[in-house]
């Protein structure tokens, strides 16, 4: 016969945790009880009924029929008065004895309302007009008895007060908020929070605000006149609602006989205290002290519970189901301390709360400590209160310990993130607190509508990276490669993450590839460069077999271009490592054609290459010959088998426009010419790109030398950009980008001759081909690493690297060679052979 | 089973473009020696397929980057299929089956 599950309470606890037993196969005939009429419903929701953002259909998360198909007797409005612990039975308000095997007490708690004179009508329940706030049929009573009238005083300022209040405005016509404390949500703000909260609520929402305000009566003979308070301030309403908190419901647990004491107590297995067979979840909960009253612990909860009801292992008492029900079936069975703990698996510790809503329309998010409690705990503090923010954020050794957001939730999921796992904090607090140099103000995404698309790349919808996490895929890489959503330019990643952490209900698993160098190898670029290193491994097929087992093609180009750099001349070199664009030193194009762009330094040139440019270009009938953002001619539509001919004849060297590589310098005119120039860019940026030209790295470096700072070569906006000063003086600005992602780079040094400047570049292109992940560009790698790290090292010389960088950087630029030359004889069979013979494929259209 | 040439014309690890009976295929030489046959045009946007990098398992479109199982010609990102096509070495010829 299969085990009989009891659930009392039918709640947002009840329901979930019989949906986590259901989902683990779990082997139980379920009999629900549920205090109110109705299936479960979302209880948080309520506040929306209430401001009639939602109607009551659209909060219920199980109706009715979901009960029938899974096989679960539900018994709603029955309230089990009893638990007989040894008889293994529950007592109804219906009069009903059900027997169970297993118990789950989810009775959630109930509203509280402080003792004030004239809330109760003797014997008749509430005074008419007083309301709590806590049930669908409270918020239908509320709804209905609030139209016909029109002053409402809400008692209580914390969270579900606010809700209240802000929900009553929409059906009468004045609201005031009554709170004891001096601040609202005083359980989660300080009193600066607290009072930024009430100002916005005052002045955007119209509702009075009164702390300290003990009330002390409700007035009215018949029906609500108002409330007095404690100072003897008469407010004048003709409705009341009480929201001054809420009191776990452990009655049916205290007069079975449980250990009760703020709530149930329970064990780390969600057990009641040494009960084998009888567990709690939820808000009538007490776990380590602790009594929750917000969803996530709950989910928690849950899942622990439902593993632990469903572990093999964990069977009833040796006492037969027949038996079950007679009166002396061995009590000393069930109860005892001798629960064995080998018989459980999961555990629960406890919740980090940390919580992100938006309270009577305003943002609110906090966690942890509200303020700091220590002398060296440290504290960043921001306060705009024209436009209602405030933001805190408290470390403690290095870790996240609290945070609070009013007004501006942007950094509310990076915060938790940090205070839930414990991660590392960047140096520059001020950026737990904003977005430095990133993408503009994040729009939530809750807000956004299911069609917006995300990836403007791959178009990918918001819907659809829902979609992929509702099937199951629950990291950010996953649904990355599932949807390809941020596997273009790459702009839209952090927006993609907080979809899916979203759509997750707030959190993502980790996805340990995440910081892997490359996805075949499960190392970061660190490690993986010691273990290249101690292994000798000189080949990319000599990697994977020593370190990452299955080769793996996405990660070839990769490993290529950390194996080049760190071997040089040693490399050995594989093609089938390479990319099609470094296998025949041209970009591939949507035609399967390729672009020639040859070198043209500084973006110099001279009639006589301009003319043998134009002779090829006309000599092969090149559809179309473009003027680059970079200062150099393209050549485009070449079929792969005519390059190694285009590139005999141009026989001018490679202008690298195709590799994750050194690219070109961009240059103004500089003081030979240019009335304004200070500086001759035009020869510094010449020099730079004859030196470092080809150098490869995990991503483009595009570089400029512009000659004053009217900065006409763009050079505030590169990897890496140089900018003449007055006074003969040059500055370096790194991490620069203008692309996808628009950043103004970061002042490296102001040095004083080219000479400098030149040392300069090479050590920090050094440093970056060193420390950079693959494809991440200066502009992610400068602001991860941080400017003045990069400083320290690569001007200051601190960590004494720079004669290491330098040299190495000597090494490849000695090292290079035209890949152009290599035309005489294919590098491998084929290597120019076209790839598409026959079909005619969609074709760039080519303009007259 | 048609002949269309030497197993060595295909470089190790990479791809190359055969016409036979005016189809389009790629055949790849994987680095454990075998041989895999795809039609060779990526369904995506006509990428050359034969160009994109390869391991045991999948080729990579050079184009957009989305990758398809080279046994079965199966999407591993989401896209329509290719055709695979029969493909063994004999005697260091490669035979396509059309």
Not at chain 1, 238 to 266: H, K, Q, Y
Not at chain 2, 49 to 69: E, N
Request: glycine letters at 12%; charged letters at 20%.
């Amino acid at each position: 016969m299969r085990q009989r599950l009891v659930v009392i309470g039918n709640g947002m606890a009840g329901a979930r945790t019989v949906e986590e037993i259901l989902a683990r196969n779990g082997d139980f005939d379920i009999t629900m009880f549920g205090d109110e009429p109705y299936g479960n419903y979302n209880r948080i929701m309520l506040s929306n009924v209430l401001a009639g953002i939602e109607d009551e259909s659209g909060i219920f998360l199980n109706d009715l029929s979901w009960y029938a198909e899974n096989g679960v007797t539900l018994h709603t409005g029955v309230r089990i008065n009893r638990i007989d612990r040894y008889a293994r039975m529950v007592y109804g308000s219906d009069g009903s004895a059900t027997g169970y095997d297993k118990l789950v007490i989810a009775t959630g708690s109930s509203a509280f309302v402080p003792p004030i004179k004239g809330a109760h009508v003797p014997g008749r329940g509430y005074h008419q007009g007083v309301f709590v706030f806590r049930t669908l049929d409270d918020t239908r009573a509320m709804i209905r008895y609030a139209r016909e009238h029109s002053r409402a005083v809400v008692i209580g300022g914390g969270l579900l007060g606010l809700e209240a209040a802000r929900g009553l405005q929409n059906h009468l016509g004045h609201v005031t908020l009554v709170h004891a404390a001096g601040h609202l949500m005083n359980t989660q703000l300080n009193a600066a929070a607290g009072r930024t909260l009430q100002t916005t609520i005052e002045q955007k929402l119209g509702i009075d605000v009164v702390v300290n305000g003990m009330t002390t009566e409700i007035l009215g003979k018949h029906a609500v006149a108002g409330v007095k308070l404690a100072d003897g301030t008469v407010i004048d309403c003709d409705v009341v609602v009480v929201a001054a908190g809420i009191r776990p419901n452990t009655e049916v647990a205290a007069v079975s006989g449980l250990v009760v004491e703020r709530g149930i107590v329970v064990d780390d297995y969600m057990r009641a205290q040494d009960e084998e067979d009888i567990y709690v979840v939820g808000e009538c909960a007490q776990h380590r002290g602790q009594v929750y009253g917000l969803v996530a612990p709950l989910w928690e909860q849950a899942k622990v519970l439902a593993t632990n009801v469903c572990a093999p292992n964990v069977s009833a008492p040796n006492v037969s189901p027949t038996n079950v029900g007679g009166p002396n079936v061995g009590g000393t069975n069930v109860s005892g301390p001798n629960v064995s703990e080998t018989n459980v698996g999961a555990t629960y510790h406890g919740s980090q709360v940390a919580t992100k809503l938006k309270v009577a329309g305003v943002d609110v998010a906090s966690m942890g400590l509200s303020a700091p409690e220590r002398d060296d705990d440290e504290l960043l503090e921001f306060a705009e209160p024209k436009r209602g923010i405030y933001k805190n954020v408290i470390v403690r050794d290095g870790r996240l310990v609290g945070a609070t957001l009013v007004g501006d939730n942007g950094k509310a999921l990076a915060l938790i993130k940090a205070f839930e796992k414990g991660l590392p904090l960047p140096d520059n607090r001020a950026e737990l607190l904003f977005d430095l140099g990133g993408p503009a103000t994040e729009e939530s995404v809750a807000d956004m509508p299911d069609d917006e698309q995300v990836c403007n790349c791959n178009g990918v919808s918001k819907g659809d990276l829902k979609a992929c996490v509702d099937g199951g895929c629950k990291t950010v890489s996953g649904c990355m490669d599932a949807t390809r959503a941020g596997k273009g330019c790459g702009t839209c990643k952090p927006l993609v993450q907080r979809i899916v952490e979203w759509a997750n209900g707030g959190s993502v698993e980790e996805d340990p590839a995440a910081s892997y160098y490359v996805p075949g190898v499960p190392m970061p670029k660190s490690e993986l460069m010691a273990a290249i290193r101690q292994h000798e491994l000189k080949s990319v097929s000599s990697v994977f077999a020593t370190l990452g087992g299955d080769e793996d093609a996405k990660s070839k180009m990769g490993l290529a271009s950390l194996l080049k750099m760190m071997w040089g001349a040693d490399y050995i070199d594989e093609r089938d490592a390479r990319f099609i664009n470094d296998r025949v030193h041209a970009n591939i194009q949507r035609d399967g054609t390729f672009s020639v762009v040859p070198q043209m330094k500084g973006g110099v040139t001279t009639p006589a290459d301009l003319k043998r440019i134009a002779e090829v270009a006309e000599r092969h009938g090149v559809p179309m010959v473009k003027l680059t953002g970079g200062q150099r001619i393209d050549l485009l539509g070449i079929p792969k088998e005519k390059l190694p001919q285009v590139w005999a004849d141009l026989d001018m060297p490679s202008g690298y426009a195709y590799a994750k590589s050194f690219r070109t310098v961009k240059t103004c005119v500089g003081s030979d010419f240019c009335r304004f120039g200070v500086g001759d860019s035009t020869a510094l940026g010449i020099a730079l790109e004859e030196r470092y030209q080809g150098i490869e790295g995990p991503g483009k470096m595009k570089l400029a030398v512009t000659g004053c700072p009217r900065n006409c070569a763009e050079a505030y906006v590169k990897d890496l950009g140089v900018v003449a000063i007055d006074g003969g003086k040059w500055e370096l600005y790194v991490g620069g980008a203008a692309g996808a992602h628009v950043r103004k780079g970061d002042l490296l040094a102001t040095v004083s001759s080219p000479e400098e400047v030149i040392v300069l570049t090479g050590r920090f292109l050094q440093y970056y081909r060193e420390s950079g992940n693959w494809l991440e560009r200066t502009y992610a790698w400068v602001p991860r690493v941080g400017i003045e790290h990069i400083r320290a090292v690569v001007v200051d010389d601190a960590e004494g690297k720079a004669a290491a960088l330098d040299a190495a950087m000597d090494a490849a630029v000695g090292a290079y060679k035209d890949p152009w030359k290599e035309r005489a004889e294919p590098a491998t069979p084929g290597q120019f052979r076209t790839s598409l013979p026959l079909t005619v494929l969609p074709q760039v259209p080519v303009r007259a | 089973m048609k002949p269309i040439g030497s197993v060595h014309d295909i470089p190790l690890g990479e791809g190359r473009t055969f016409a036979i009976d005016g189809r389009m295929i790629a055949v790849f030489r994987l680095r454990d020696g075998s041989v895999r046959a795809l039609s060779a045009v990526c369904p995506h946007k006509g990428g050359p397929l034969a160009d994109g990098q390869i391991d045991l398992k999948q080729v990579v479109c050079p184009l957009h980057l989305y990758a398809w199982d080279l046994s079965t010609g199966c999407s591993l990102s989401g896209q329509e299929p290719v055709t695979s096509f029969p493909v063994r070495i004999d005697d260091d010829q490669l035979f396509v089956e059309v």
